[in-house]
């Protein structure tokens, strides 16, 4: 079975008033907490080994987690010194994960219909070094993918900016998808990262790891699973919750 880290530590800024006395983690919706909604999912999927980082508010997010009777091991990954970002904080919590075991890296602040196990078996198949979720939705920063489903790009259509890491492909043949903040590694993947930073995004690691490789005539394993954009949502904002709360009581 897989493990889990959830990315608990940020600043929930885009929630504006609802998060001056709490993390964006303990913000409710439909009666419970985001952070309690995405727990109690994992467990219904297996999950017994569950990291979170925290960093605003985390006596909170700990008390939060006391508080709980929760049937799976709860691992605080603590970050109260310095906010880390994505890519740092899994960086950070490298000596908390299992050596044989994927991780699934959720945002806390997303609530979705995917299914885990069918994301983590897609995964597995692949034999992936990464498998992100994405979907066809209107955003302003895009990964750009292969008919093959493979990593090849970013893009941000607001700036122009633009960075291609696998030419095998013409531009026109890639396809540009939203990613959804939920996505698989394995754990050996993080031996891979530029080291040179404490603090930094994860998808700018991800797309030079593809260069690398492509450098290193090795099998870009960066791989997108499609889901349907109706199943997902990014509860950052609130004028999300209703389309949340459809989710979790249809």
Partial sequence: MFEVFILAAGLGTRLKDLTKDKPKALVEIGGKTLLEHNINKLISFGCKRIIINVHHFADKIIEHIDSKNYDADIIISDERALLLDTGGAILNARNLFSKDKDILVHNVDIISKINFLELYNYHKTNKSLATLAV?????????????????????NIKTKERIIVDNSYDINELYPYAFSGIHFIKPQIIDLFDKKEKVFPIIPQYLNIVSKNRGLNQRNSFKAYLHSEEIWVDCGRETSFAKAISLLHP
């Fill in 135 to 155: 979907a066809k939705r209107e955003t302003s920063r895009y990964l750009l993918f292969c008919r093959e489903n493979m990593l090849c790009g970013w893009e």
